[in-house]
């Protein structure tokens, strides 16, 4: 992507390099990878969405102090927290500008960097998760050393620093504030607890889904504005949604899928609603259909 000269967010938490009193508690690295592969882009309120699966995996209370002196990052770390507040700017300024439009007012969300684990007011959050958003504190948690695990865990073909894929990443949770801004998070909620898992699972995909279209309605009118996209970057946006769908993710962890525990989607899915939102720009669609939220 094209940012030379865009403005950074200041609306970042910056949480890196402290330490935290949370127990492993979750069956080793393979165990964290496994999670990892079946939690990545998890969005809303993590109790609600993923329930006791995640707090069950995470033993003990996160608490966090400070690291004893200035931490210092590599050149690397700190070129990937400069494009996120970038591309968090970026978020601003468009949904800003689309809420106004529509007669509403559009509140910042927070982006916290963190690292390993951290408090949430969803409960305690851990970088094993991927990144993830949270409605209680109308905070997005990410952890950056999860764009290296999408080349190397995952297998996405990231051409750079600039990666639209890896913006991809933080624009779909911003999604998510989106869906929660406009009461679609709380109601999709408040329903899901009423309905068994599989039920309940159905809707969960819809709201990925629905923050994958989010993300790519933000990408259309950064695009239109700044000509931001460059050769290739949409291809490695969609390949790295295709990358992000259950079944690939669960082919990939245990040999099979199983759609009846499918929280986020197909990659066919994923890949279809962020390329709508590419070539539209229509926020008003939506992935739930009429009695979902009832």
Not at 83 to 98: G, M, N, R, V
């Amino acid at each position: 992507m094209r940012l030379s000269g865009r403005r950074e967010s200041e609306n970042v938490e910056d949480r890196r390099g402290m330490s935290t009193g949370a127990k492993a508690g979750i069956g080793g690295i393979g165990g964290i990878i496994v999670i990892a592969l079946m939690t990545l882009l998890s969005g809303g309120n993590l109790t609600d969405v993923i329930g006791n699966v995640v707090q069950n995996q995470l033993q003990g209370q996160v608490v966090e102090q400070p690291s004893g002196g200035e931490k210092e990052f590599s050149q690397e770390e700190q070129e990937a927290a400069e494009f996120s507040k970038q591309i968090l700017a970026s978020t601003e300024d468009i949904w800003t500008a689309q809420f106004q439009e529509h007669g509403m007012k559009y509140t910042y969300p927070t982006l916290v960097l963190f690292t390993g684990a951290t408090k949430t007011a969803c409960g305690n959050g851990s970088a094993a998760m991927g990144p993830f958003y949270c409605s209680g504190d109308q905070k997005l948690y990410l952890d950056l050393s999860f764009f290296s695990t999408m080349t190397t865990s995952l297998g996405m073909d990231i051409k750079g620093k600039d990666s639209f894929a890896y913006a991809y990443v933080i624009a779909h949770e911003v999604g998510h504030h989106v869906e929660y801004l406009r009461g679609i998070l709380d109601k999709a909620h408040q329903k899901m607890s009423t309905l068994n898992t599989t039920e309940a699972n159905k809707l969960s995909v819809k709201l990925e889904l629905l923050a994958d279209y989010y993300a790519g309605c933000w990408a259309h009118y950064d695009n239109e504005q700044y000509q931001s996209l460059e050769d290739g970057d949409i291809e490695e946006a969609i390949g790295a949604a295709e990358k992000i769908g259950d079944n690939y993710l669960q082919e990939k962890a245990q040999g099979y899928s199983q759609p009846d525990t499918f929280t986020h989607g197909t990659s066919a899915e994923r890949m279809k609603w962020l390329k709508l939102g590419l070539q539209t720009g229509d926020w008003d669609t939506t992935t739930f259909e009429e009695g979902d939220l009832d």
